[in-house]
């Protein structure tokens, strides 16, 4: 099984429908990001948790909402989805305690192609 | 606000070519910087760099930091068609991590 397991993997909705991006680990990981991927752009930090009670915004994190409901999962939601958030959505963890480096390597899940039509 | 600047974004070489991809950053608390290739799919870890002039090596891909002018080189030497990717940079500063655009390579037979 994966270290990090995204679900759906693909998903295609209409503009104003909620939509919800899970995301599951299994690596013990304190901290989960959640990053959009459109083509030519990058990677761009939508929201973060270092922990189960903490939940800070990225670079573009208006229009989405997110849940921290357990160490290990961390969900996405559009509230009301519109065509420009159609984009490739990775879910990442990563735990600088871990490995002796202090290191912020982060770990990603398959990504969920999210279409909005 | 972290920058991330890649260049070329985009290269088409020969198989056998050697590559070179520039990073260049302005980041404030500094911690690495991170390679990442992506191929359709999750990215996958290459490179962590946090000191300058000592370079990473994995098998044909290299990779070296200057931390006083504040950019990083991933080099891939005898280029194989499996090398086709996208090559991400990530700079750590404040906790988290700052990516770049992405130097799209395209091997060609």
Redesign the interface.
């Known amino acids: 099984d994966a270290d990090v397991t995204q679900t759906p993997r693909n998903r295609i909705t209409k503009t104003g429908k909620r939509i919800m991006l899970e995301c599951s680990q299994t690596k013990g990981h304190d901290r989960m ?1 959640w ?1 959009r991927q459109d083509p ?6 939508i929201y ?1 948790s ?1 922990d189960v009670k903490d939940i800070n915004k ?1 670079e573009i994190s208006d229009g989405y909402s997110v849940s921290r409901q357990a160490q290990a999962k961390f969900s996405l939601s559009l509230e009301s989805a519109i065509p420009n958030q159609t984009a490739l959505y ?1 879910c990442a963890t990563s735990d600088p305690k871990q490995g002796g ?11 969920s192609r999210l279409t909005v039509l | 606000e972290d920058k ?1 600047v ?1 260049s070329p ?1 985009s290269l088409v070489v020969h198989e056998g070519d050697t590559v070179t991809l520039n990073c260049s950053y302005e980041v404030t608390n500094f ?2 910087l ?1 390679w990442y290739k992506q191929e359709k ?5 290459l490179f ?1 760099l ?1 000191s300058s002039g000592i370079e990473k090596k994995s098998g044909r891909l290299s990779s070296i930091l200057d931390k006083k002018e504040l950019f990083s080189i991933l080099n891939i030497t005898a280029t194989q068609t499996g090398d086709s990717a996208v090559y ?1 940079c ?1 700079v ?1 500063g404040n ?8 130097n799209q390579v395209v091997v060609i037979p």
Do not use: E, H, I, W
């Open positions: 990001y990053y030519g752009l990058g990677l761009q930090l973060y270092f990225g990775f480096t202090g290191a912020n390597v982060l770990t990603f899940g398959a990504g | 991330v890649q974004l911690r690495s991170l799919k999750a990215p996958t870890f962590m946090t991400l990530a750590d906790n988290r991590l700052a990516f770049g655009k992405g």
